[in-house]
């Protein structure tokens, strides 16, 4: 009998890792005994290999190497750009995960179209094994953009999309979503996470060889869990998140980015012609009222990446049913609330300890940073007295243990942000020519609610 020519390799038959010899678990998956036999022509094995393009046989000095760092493409959508750290990087994989329904493809669709109209040149492809091409050309027409450009693939199929990637090359590819692709090579029954993970890691491997930015899009849970493509995130370079507030107001936010900062927040609003990005959102997060401000409402200049965006803080406290009092709040993290409450109560000798606390935060946005301390002991003064704040306040600082106000980073930029949407009267606990020093939770008291 002749014998089989080729090379024997192990290939894992979760996510389509090779290596040279058997190994009980995978290193890139992590799964266990999911290695099995594979022989390939030593023709084929460069191209199955795992993103060999940059495995290195011998070290070299780093300084030597080019940096990847003016490899970006622009998506042309500054929001977008903005999150991904300035551009997305070619040779890299990024996923983005959203609830159904939250403007993925939209978003998407647009991004293909902004960066196949800058250059004739920018072959993108849009693969869909969601929709029809019907649905995504009307999707075109009525977001009014240009379609001549940009290349359509309605497949589930891995195959198809590895043969249009090889002919078309383009340096932009959308695979929406990756839930829906499907290979033989992975097992029979389309869904599961071999085949999320086998087909991902095919499609990976084909950006990173080329200069090419994909994009894979995931759909989450209500939990806002990644379900499935959780196990993707450590196969891609960057993890974009897609979340809506109770308007029309969509966030979009990296959870993981090589190649630039986490910190970074993209703002749309998904109007009839689209997601359009909202240019100046400082102002935002605050209610807009004819009349003066209600108790129990403070506002604070936060940083969310490198801008100041002024939040309304909303506080409410009423006695408390039970013997257990109970803190209900959402966008700030409770055990601050709590700490908040519990300096007031010290310093102040205002009782927080048979009450029920909630609080809200105007717009929706997830509030994490110390310098809300001091607006929040003001909301929450303010709840409990029903004195309100003057409307043109703001309060930056952190709050201490021991009722100390404290500087926080960035105090400048908070300032001038809040003076230049009308804000009169700011509170901060570092000298500035425009704002009213305050250092302690006694004097932020008397400043701001002079007549209690
Ligand atoms: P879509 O991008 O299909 O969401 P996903 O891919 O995340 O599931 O967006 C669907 C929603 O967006 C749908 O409810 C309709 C709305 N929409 C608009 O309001 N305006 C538009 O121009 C478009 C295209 C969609
Ligand atoms: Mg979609």
């Given at each position: 009998m002749?014998?089989?020519?080729g090379?024997?390799?192990?290939?894992?038959?979760s996510?389509?890792?090779t290596?040279?010899?058997?190994l009980?678990?995978?290193?890139?998956?992590?799964?266990?005994?999911?290695?099995?036999?594979c022989?390939?022509n030593?023709s084929?094995?460069?191209?199955?290999?795992?993103s060999?393009d940059?495995?290195?046989?011998?070290?070299v000095?780093?300084?030597?190497v080019?940096p990847m760092?003016?490899?970006r493409?622009?998506?042309?959508?500054?929001e977008?750009?903005r999150?991904?750290?300035g551009?997305?990087?070619?040779?890299s994989?990024?996923?983005?995960?959203?609830?159904?329904g939250?403007?993925?493809?939209t978003l998407?669709?647009?991004t293909?179209?902004?960066i196949?109209?800058?250059?004739?040149?920018?072959?993108?492809?849009?693969?869909s094994g969601?929709?029809?091409?019907?649905?995504i050309r009307?999707r075109a027409d009525?977001?009014?953009?240009?379609?001549e450009?940009?290349?359509?693939?309605c497949?589930?199929k891995?195959e198809?999309?590895e043969?249009?990637?090889?002919t078309?090359?383009?340096?932009?590819?959308?695979?929406?979503?990756?839930?829906?692709?499907?290979t033989?090579?992975?097992?029979?029954?389309?869904g599961?996470?071999?085949q999320l993970k086998?087909?991902?890691n095919e499609?990976?491997?084909?950006?990173?060889?080329?200069?090419?930015?994909l994009?894979?899009?995931?759909?989450?849970?209500?939990?806002?869990?990644?379900?499935?493509?959780?196990?993707?995130?450590?196969?891609?370079?960057?993890?974009?998140?897609?979340?809506?507030?109770?308007?029309d107001?969509r966030?979009?936010?990296?959870?993981?980015?090589?190649?630039?900062?986490?910190?970074?927040?993209?703002l749309?609003?998904?109007q009839?012609?689209?997601?359009?990005?909202?240019e100046?959102p400082?102002s935002?997060?605050?209610t807009q009222?004819?009349?003066?401000l209600?108790?129990?409402?403070?506002?604070?200049?936060?940083?969310?990446?490198?801008?100041?965006?002024?939040?309304?803080?909303?506080?409410l406290?009423?006695p408390?049913k039970?013997n257990?009092?109970?803190v209900?709040s959402?966008?700030?993290d409770f055990?601050?609330?709590?700490?908040v409450?519990?300096?007031?109560?010290?310093?102040?000798?205002?009782?927080f300890?048979?009450?029920?606390?909630?609080?809200n935060?105007?717009?929706g946005?997830?509030?994490t940073?110390s310098?809300?301390d001091g607006?929040?002991?003001a909301?929450?003064?303010?709840a409990r007295?029903?004195i309100p704040?003057?409307?043109?306040?703001?309060?930056i600082?952190e709050l201490s243990?021991?009722g100390?106000?404290?500087?926080?980073?960035?105090?400048k930029?908070?300032?001038?942000?809040?003076?230049?949407l009308?804000?009169?009267k700011?509170?901060?606990?570092e000298k500035?020519?425009?704002?009213?020093l305050c250092?302690?939770?006694k004097?932020?008291?008397?400043i701001?609610?002079?007549?209690s």
């Amino acid at each position: 009998m002749a014998k089989k020519k080729g090379v024997l390799i192990y290939k894992c038959n979760s996510c389509g890792n090779t290596q040279p010899r058997w190994l009980g678990r995978c290193p890139e998956c992590s799964e266990w005994n999911t290695f099995e036999e594979c022989l390939i022509n030593p023709s084929e094995k460069k191209a199955n290999s795992d993103s060999n393009d940059w495995i290195m046989q011998k070290p070299v000095k780093l300084s030597s190497v080019n940096p990847m760092d003016g490899d970006r493409i622009f998506t042309g959508i500054n929001e977008f750009d903005r999150v991904l750290g300035g551009g997305a990087m070619k040779h890299s994989a990024i996923l983005i995960g959203g609830e159904p329904g939250i403007g993925k493809s939209t978003l998407l669709l647009q991004t293909a179209a902004a960066i196949s109209n800058r250059k004739t040149e920018n072959t993108v492809l849009y693969v869909s094994g969601e929709e029809s091409a019907g649905q995504i050309r009307s999707r075109a027409d009525r977001l009014n953009i240009p379609s001549e450009n940009i290349h359509i693939l309605c497949t589930s199929k891995l195959e198809d999309i590895e043969n249009a990637l090889n002919t078309l090359n383009p340096i932009f590819c959308v695979v929406d979503s990756i839930q829906t692709i499907f290979t033989p090579e992975a097992g029979i029954v389309p869904g599961t996470i071999n085949q999320l993970k086998y087909c991902a890691n095919e499609l990976i491997t084909w950006a990173k060889e080329h200069p090419c930015v994909l994009m894979l899009v995931a759909h989450i849970t209500k939990e806002g869990i990644i379900a499935g493509p959780k196990s993707l995130e450590h196969m891609v370079d960057t993890v974009i998140s897609f979340e809506k507030n109770n308007d029309d107001v969509r966030f979009l936010r990296a959870q993981k980015n090589r190649f630039g900062s986490i910190d970074e927040l993209g703002l749309f609003s998904m109007q009839e012609k689209g997601l359009i990005p909202i240019e100046d959102p400082s102002s935002m997060f605050i209610t807009q009222r004819s009349s003066s401000l209600p108790a129990g409402v403070a506002i604070v200049p936060v940083f969310e990446g490198s801008r100041v965006f002024l939040v309304e803080i909303q506080a409410l406290t009423v006695p408390a049913k039970a013997n257990v009092t109970r803190v209900y709040s959402e966008k700030i993290d409770f055990a601050r609330v709590s700490r908040v409450a519990a300096v007031l109560e010290k310093s102040l000798g205002l009782r927080f300890s048979d009450q029920d606390i909630y609080i809200n935060v105007a717009g929706g946005i997830r509030l994490t940073e110390s310098a809300i301390d001091g607006a929040l002991s003001a909301a929450l003064y303010s709840a409990r007295t029903s004195i309100p704040l003057s409307e043109s306040t703001a309060i930056i600082g952190e709050l201490s243990l021991a009722g100390e106000i404290r500087p926080v980073q960035k105090i400048k930029q908070r300032v001038k942000t809040a003076l230049s949407l009308g804000f009169e009267k700011i509170l901060c606990p570092e000298k500035d020519d425009n704002a009213i020093l305050c250092t302690d939770i006694k004097s932020l008291v008397k400043i701001l609610f002079k007549n209690s």
